[in-house]
């Protein structure tokens, strides 16, 4: 075990997956001698090589593309965007091609793909450096979008993105990189994609949330518990395809639940969690569920940022909320 | 307006004399090789001719012809090895026969099934067709650089339109192409439109061959109608880029001599003058002329391979059309190596609805 | 009032916009002397000009990004993009500045501007011809996503569009283009952004749709209404802002509610109603709402793409399976 | 790697002679130009300064200095005219200083506040701050085209750095200027960095200039430290532009001397020699250079102007700070014409959180 927060949990899970495996090729903007503007890959051109760890022109289109063509040829390549914000100019790649190689091949052709990229704001960053879009990756049809919230959530995560015969898009919540840290296993292990964590148990109300605001809810249950008031927090952990059981099991338990994120409200993440949870666990429902959320609006400069994003406060006052119905 | 690009054989059918020609003696095409090119042009010529009356007939949908154009990717595909990665667009019928990709498939693939794009990988080295425009050339760029990663010779060659020459996307691999020096060659099948937009409408270079510049590659305008050109052009890039040198663009000036697809009435946008004046280039009639010159064929074996290929044209689509059938799972099996719980339900549920209501 | 379809709506709504103000232009792939390739721009261009209906490269990008240019020196450009499947190279634009700019400046500029787009299946098209994206526009904050489902819409809901002063994403559903002849208006006419119809009253089940799936849904309505079940169908018509009032009310009244439409399931349109609905009408609710609506997978080539979408019979069965819980 | 572009006042401050000045003879600064340039130049580098010890006081978060690259935007804004659309990226202070833009809006923007580029249209043409790198010039030539639409004779300017021509936007912003002769300057601030990747990696063409060939446009590269270059360069493509002419693409050729943004640390890929080398080639002491020896300043004027710079941008920013309050309401404000009910109630329940938790 070592100490890690959760930018050097990702540093240190690729290097094994540098380490463990040749054809694991990594590129991007400023990831070599700079070691990425957060130092995500500090090191890992001097350990590995230019051969293995290198920079690529600004464009990232050309590197989402590229990369498919290195996928194929037999490479694992693990491309990172440098901030989610800019991944949009390799939207096209991502949904037309990323998404589709192995269902219009009928899976003679699979790629075996990571896209990295931090995401998610609360650290005063410029603007389109906050971005919280998980939602438009989720729907589409053929990508695994994963979020860990923890540095050992983090480095287990991607080494199973990276081993994963499908690609994964990768984010990686920036505001929680210089996190506290946790003890992570040194060496190579892996957590499956597709299954959320029961962070905390509990019958009042079910917490859902994924990645940045993850420590607002871990905080509003500690506060909470303080007063005696157990809620249940899931950390989805993957966003697609998320882990229907662990929720629907949950909120037939609980009766209650809150979906915590980010993003914008509107056709966002929340939307499916509620969606699915009323679907399946209608009767078990004793309150109308809610989400707690981004507002549909473009996330402030950094000045008024703070109003955008939900704090402990605001989780706590609609637990509350929620038990009183 | 094709003064300019490298030509090894006239429209009439005669080899021209020239500093030009003498310099690519060293990637003319020998006997075997013409006559195999001859039987490539014609299978996709008969192929295209026939996916065109079926679409009349009502048992084939859209259907995008290559007709007129067999030159290019014939003349390229076989200049190259057949463990070189071919990345297509989707008028590239002809390279297809060439790299051996049974008709069956292709006819598959516009009869509406993914299964037509199941070609085996470690034979064909084939990427699947491609249709969102320019969005196949980082792949063919990537697939170059990971060979070089690998330590093989292998190269990359991808296909683009001219039209295509417009999307950020054509600019990004080229940008890699030539920051990487990648062993990939991109070929730009110049058929002087984009649907309807003419090519001097899409974009303001004299050329589409001198763009490689912009990016440190070389650039090359081959006369796309003659199937010698296009093959020297491209074995001369092949050396190239395989010993490391500069990648290249190769421009193949043709026609789009029939519409851009079964859904498309070019007489909306261009004149009739101008395409019977291309189909006076036809590709293939200008290798008739040379093989009939050169004794290497006679008028009967060469209408016997017309023939040959038009039966067999018919006899593969009779198979698949007869063989395909759809079914409710396909879209679910390959969506993902593994199919998730999540996905499992869904098809639970589909499954649920169509047993009652047999839809 | 004059007999249209779909399309013949959409360009007769075109041609009004191009005459009723000098300040429109329409440009994009093949719109020209080629009337696009479902003639939705046909004879626009030889009425009114090359200046004002032009041909443009082949780049999505720059169509977008010089129609914001264009919006901002006072011109209202309305764009095609040739099928919503193409859109995708374009999607930088929209999120980043197609989305923000009147954000970004706090209201001093303003993108008065149209991104028209054929969407959805059903017509056996090719691969990537028959995308039922919109809820990714949805999800971006200061878009409005307008999708029309009957002659009569089309054209009041371009109108609208074309003079609204921020930017509208414009679905139009291919499959309806060539649908039955609707008499609509002659001349100018706008219908409000923002308000869903009730395309039919009744108390058994809500029923939401939109666009492509409308015709089925009727379908499906005529069917129950002789089994004497009216169902309450409403068409959604703008997707972003959608018309909360309007559903809530129904959903109230009904205490039931299915929605429908054919892009993936998850994270899709149908979340964001259910989810909605089951917020603000949860004691109302005597059945778990159910969405009927694409698979979370890749829409098949034509050979299959009938498995698809949801037909006529798909939603009897499920009104009447809601009816009986 | 800088003697091709046109120079036309020497690192020493001397005036060179030659065709190439000959040649730009019209297009020279006069006196009260020089000066005023020197001011601009004085304004942004002070700005810029006190933005770095702001930041390092904490009173700044994130900023991206222009510092040794002001002769650029200085030069070229200068050279045209006011209602011409200035289409900027993020490292363009000097030309928002000619523009006459209040430095008051530039650190309110930086200071974090979308108010910073509610900049009036009418009076500055001018459009805000653009990050996701190479997106604006597809506006800039949108602009450009609308103006000639409605048949004014302005034109627009856009700028980009280095590591923007790798985009595709870049691309498809080239190609439709040189399609519809649109009257528009691309103008390349080649910084040689794009964060860390040096120019020679970012692409591997010889100049960026000459990538303008590929889209039938002018390229011109000019020494981007050298405020009387730029301006005859950008005066030259003004005039070209204006009346019809190519549009052009001009690389000013500088150095970022700085940090990227204060959040980075460039000794971690750069030789400390090099920035040296680049600082000796500063655009202000070359200017400085120049009006001493025309005697058009003396040194106590040239520092007074510096120091004057400096009280303002310290004045400017105190009173920003001290002015500026965020507001929860602001998300919602602009963010449509009309708000839709939709919103409202998303804005109602964000209120009444605020109420019961105070935050
Ligand atoms: C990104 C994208 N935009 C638009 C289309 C629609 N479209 C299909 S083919 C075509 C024209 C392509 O022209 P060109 O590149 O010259 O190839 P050609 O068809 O002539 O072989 C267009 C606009 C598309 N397939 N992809
Ligand atoms: C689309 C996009 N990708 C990545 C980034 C992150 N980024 C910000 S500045 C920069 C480098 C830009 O280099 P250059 O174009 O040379 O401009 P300079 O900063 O040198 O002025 C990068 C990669 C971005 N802002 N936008
Ligand atoms: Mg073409
Ligand atoms: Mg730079």
Redesign the pocket.
């Known amino acids: 075990m070592s100490a890690a927060n959760l930018v050097t949990s990702v540093n240190a899970g690729l290097a094994v997956a540098l380490e463990s495996d040749e054809r694991v090729v990594m590129y991007g903007q400023d990831i070599g001698r700079n070691g990425g503007v957060f130092q995500a890959t500090a090191g890992l051109q001097e350990r590995f090589g230019e051969r293995r760890v290198f920079d690529v022109p600004l464009a990232e289109s050309g590197i989402v593309g590229t990369a498919i063509g290195m996928a194929v040829a037999g490479l694992r390549p693990v491309v990172e965007m440098q901030f989610s914000g800019f991944v949009y100019p390799a939207f096209n790649q991502i949904v037309s091609h990323v998404a589709r190689l192995r269902n219009r091949t009928r899976g003679s052709m699979s790629l075996p793909m990571v896209i990295r990229m931090p995401y998610g704001g609360a650290v005063r960053a410029l603007e389109h450096h906050s971005e919280s879009m998980e939602a438009i990756f989720a729907h589409v049809p053929g990508l695994k979008v994963v979020i860990p919230s923890t540095p050992h959530d983090a480095k287990g995560l991607l080494l199973a993105a990276v081993r994963d015969p499908d690609p994964v898009i990768f984010m990686e919540p920036k505001r929680l990189y210089h996190s506290p840290q946790q003890e992570i296993p040194e060496g190579d292990y892996e957590l499956p994609l597709g299954q959320a964590r029961v962070v905390q148990e509990g019958d009042a109300v079910t917490v859902i949330g994924y990645g940045g605001q993850m420590r607002d809810i871990r905080a509003a249950a500690a506060h909470l518990k303080r007063q005696d008031i157990a809620i249940e927090v899931i950390d989805l952990r993957t966003i697609y395809p998320f882990d229907q059981e662990t929720v629907v099991e949950s909120v037939r338990k609980t009766g209650r639940l809150l979906v915590v994120h980010e993003g914008p409200r509107s056709f966002g993440v929340g939307a499916e969690i509620v969606s699915f949870a009323t679907e399946e666990a209608f009767m078990y429902l004793d309150a109308p569920p809610r989400r707690l959320t981004g507002t549909d609006t473009i996330i402030p400069l950094p000045a008024s940022e703070h109003f955008y994003f939900m704090q402990p406060e605001h989780i706590v006052d609609a637990v509350l909320e929620l038990i009183e119905t | 307006m094709i003064a300019g690009p490298l030509q090894l054989l006239a429209p009439d059918g005669t080899v021209p004399a020239g500093e030009a020609v003498d310099a690519y003696a060293d990637y003319r095409m020998d006997a075997a090789q013409l006559l195999a090119a001859y039987r490539f042009m014609v299978s996709a010529r008969a192929a295209d001719e026939w996916a065109f009356s079926l679409h009349r007939q009502g048992r084939l949908h859209t259907y995008a012809p290559s007709t007129g154009q067999e030159a290019n990717s014939v003349g390229s595909i076989m200049a190259l090895r057949q463990d070189d990665w071919f990345v297509q667009s989707y008028?590239e019928l002809g390279g297809l026969m060439a790299r051996g990709v049974p008709l069956s498939n292709y006819f598959l693939y516009w009869l509406g099934y993914e299964a037509g794009n199941d070609n085996e990988v470690d034979e064909f080295h084939l990427m699947p067709v491609a249709?969102?425009?320019a969005s196949q050339l980082p792949h063919a760029v990537g697939l170059a650089q990971a060979e070089r990663y690998l330590g093989t010779d292998r190269l990359a060659i991808g296909f683009?339109?001219?039209?295509?020459t417009s999307?950020g996307d054509f600019h990004e691999a080229m940008n890699f192409a030539g920051v990487w020096k990648a062993p990939v060659i991109i070929f730009v099948?110049n058929?002087q439109?984009?649907?309807s937009l003419p090519r001097s409408r899409q974009t303001a270079s004299n050329t589409i061959a001198e763009k490689a510049g912009a990016y440190g590659m070389r650039g090359v305008q081959v006369d796309g109608n003659d199937v010698t050109a296009v093959f020297a052009a491209t074995a001369e890039a092949a050396e190239i880029v395989r010993s490391g040198g500069l990648p290249t663009l190769i421009e193949g000036v043709t026609y789009?001599v029939a519409a851009?697809t079964t859904s498309d009435d070019p007489n909306r946008y261009r004149e009739i003058d101008e395409v019977a004046a291309w189909k006076n280039r036809d590709p293939i009639v200008r290798l008739q002329k040379l093989l009939r010159s050169r004794g290497l064929a006679s008028e009967e074996e060469l209408q016997a391979s017309i023939e040959e290929a038009r039966q067999h044209a018919r006899d593969e689509f009779d198979r698949v059309e007869a063989s395909a059938a759809p079914a409710l799972e396909e879209g679910f099996q390959h969506l993902y190596a593994e199919l998730p719980p999540l996905l499992q339900a869904q098809l639970s549920e589909r499954r649920r609805l169509q047993e009652r209501t047999g839809k």
């Open positions: 008028r249709i969102p425009i683009i339109g001219d039209g295509g999307e099948q058929n439109y984009a649907i789009r851009h």
